[in-house]
């Protein structure tokens, strides 16, 4: 990657980037950090480099109001002019048969000791809770939109919607619209 780097710099290849911090769609989207996405959601959504704050974690899933994702919404509507908020979810998705009985033993088997996880829970960090998936994409979608609209720091007229991609097509379903 790094001699990559060096080559792309060189080149001069960054020029075909250069923008601003705004985005120009005055839009912030969070979605899933699926690598099937990557390249295709912004294709899919005509989105070219520079116009649109784009947030991403697991599943698209927003839990808590003031997680470091509801912070980068606000973030982006207050100092760098987004209007709207997107969150797209995704068919197929990874976080919807994720059982956290597994993935906490994969976490013994790469060397976490059980101490720490006993630990956690007696901090009242339940793992199961913290790692949970969905059942349904429509859903996830759906509460996390909700948590958005209904944070108390976000300006009334601020639009929220709710899409879900799929992966395969690029096909977009349209959830809730703001």
């Known amino acids: 990657m790094?001699?990559?780097?060096?080559?792309?710099?060189?080149?001069?290849e960054y020029e075909a980037f250069q923008t601003d911090n705004l985005p120009?769609?005055?839009?912030?989207?969070?979605?899933?950090?699926?690598?099937r996405l990557v390249e295709l959601l912004p294709r899919a959504l005509n989105i070219q480099n520079g116009d649109v704050k784009m947030l991403?974690?697991?599943?698209?899933?927003?839990r808590d109001p003031f997680d470091s994702i509801m912070k980068g919404i606000l973030v982006a509507i207050y100092e760098?002019?987004?209007?709207?908020?997107?969150v797209i979810g995704h068919r197929d998705c990874g976080m919807s048969h994720v059982d956290?009985?597994?993935?906490?033993?994969?976490?013994?088997?790469?060397g976490i000791e059980k101490e720490t996880l006993q630990t956690l829970e007696h901090a009242?960090?339940?793992?199961?809770?913290?790692?949970?998936?969905?059942?349904?994409?429509?859903?996830?979608?759906?509460?996390?939109?909700?948590?958005?609209r209904?944070?108390?720091?976000?300006?009334?007229?601020?639009?929220?919607?709710?899409?879900?991609?799929?992966?395969?097509?690029?096909?977009l379903d349209v959830v809730t619209k703001g």
């Open 56 to 62: 991403k974690n697991a599943g698209a899933i927003i």
């Open 24 to 35: 120009n769609k005055r839009m912030v989207i969070l979605t899933c950090m699926d690598t």
């Open 124 to 148: 009242g960090i339940d793992l199961h809770d913290e790692f949970r998936g969905f059942d349904s994409v429509e859903e996830s979608v759906q509460h996390s939109v909700t948590i958005v």
């Open 100 to 110: 956290t009985d597994v993935l906490t033993n994969k976490m013994i088997e790469h």
């Open 2 to 12: 790094l001699t990559y780097n060096k080559q792309f710099v060189e080149g001069k």
């Open 80 to 86: 760098l002019q987004a209007e709207e908020v997107t």
């Open 150 to 171: 209904n944070h108390p720091l976000l300006p009334k007229h601020i639009k929220v919607h709710g899409l879900v991609i799929d992966p395969g097509t690029g096909k």
